[in-house]
């Protein structure tokens, strides 16, 4: 079964990148290419739903999340198979986006796959503090874990990857860690 994606007219259109390349599963369809007449200003984002879902489409993909703020655009949603695939919050970034519905695209397709009138909202991609691992603290960390002394455990790792570049003809990258570690 092929998923059909049809995309706004402000989602981004990379030159040369093609998604089914990515996942043969999915067909995305610009809507300029689809229906240009869809584009033209004052066309109602109710009457592209409609549409969007008689010739097809799975779901439409869109950068305007103000969408699920007005009664018409709900009440037609809510009488058809149509999903809508927004952001939570602005995003203005095509790579930041592309990536994003890339990210969900697995999850994306299950949901989308039940048929049932929704409204996905993508969450903003954010680092928390909690997601930063400092590679000194965490062989601290490994060192505690195994009920030895951190000198034992880094002098250990790096006999070991010395040796293997010794081996393979790599020794010179020694030098480079040796450079970066004194900085």
């Known amino acids: 079964m092929t998923l059909?994606?049809?995309l706004d007219q402000n989602f981004p259109r990379p030159p040369g990148f093609e998604l089914g390349e990515i996942d043969a599963t999915v067909e995305v369809v610009h809507i300029f290419d689809h229906?240009?007449?869809?584009?033209?200003r004052g066309t109602p984002d109710w009457l592209i739903y409609l549409r969007a879902d008689e010739d097809g489409f799975d779901a439409l993909v869109t950068r305007d999340w103000?969408?699920?703020?007005?009664?018409?655009?709900?009440?037609?949603?809510s009488n058809l198979r149509l999903i809508v695939v927004s952001w939570r919050k602005p995003m203005n970034d095509p790579v930041a986006e592309w990536g994003h519905l890339l990210a969900y695209l697995p999850q994306l397709k299950r949901r989308i796959a039940r048929?049932?009138?929704?409204?996905?909202?993508?969450?903003?991609?954010?680092?928390?503090?909690n997601n930063e691992v400092n590679p000194r603290d965490a062989l601290g960390d490994?060192?505690?874990?195994?009920?030895r002394a951190v000198q034992e455990v880094r002098r250990e790792a790096e006999a070991i990857v010395?040796?293997?570049?010794?081996a393979t003809g790599?020794?010179?990258?020694?030098?480079l860690v040796a450079r970066q570690r004194d900085r």
């Open 170 to 175: 790599r020794a010179h990258l020694m030098e």
């Open 115 to 129: 048929h049932q009138p929704r409204v996905l909202r993508l969450p903003p991609p954010h680092l928390a503090k």
């Open 66 to 77: 103000h969408q699920m703020e007005q009664p018409e655009e709900l009440w037609v949603l």
């Open 162 to 166: 010395s040796s293997h570049l010794d």
């Open 35 to 40: 229906d240009r007449s869809l584009t033209e």
């Open 4 to 6: 059909r994606l049809l």
């Open 142 to 147: 490994y060192a505690a874990e195994q009920g």
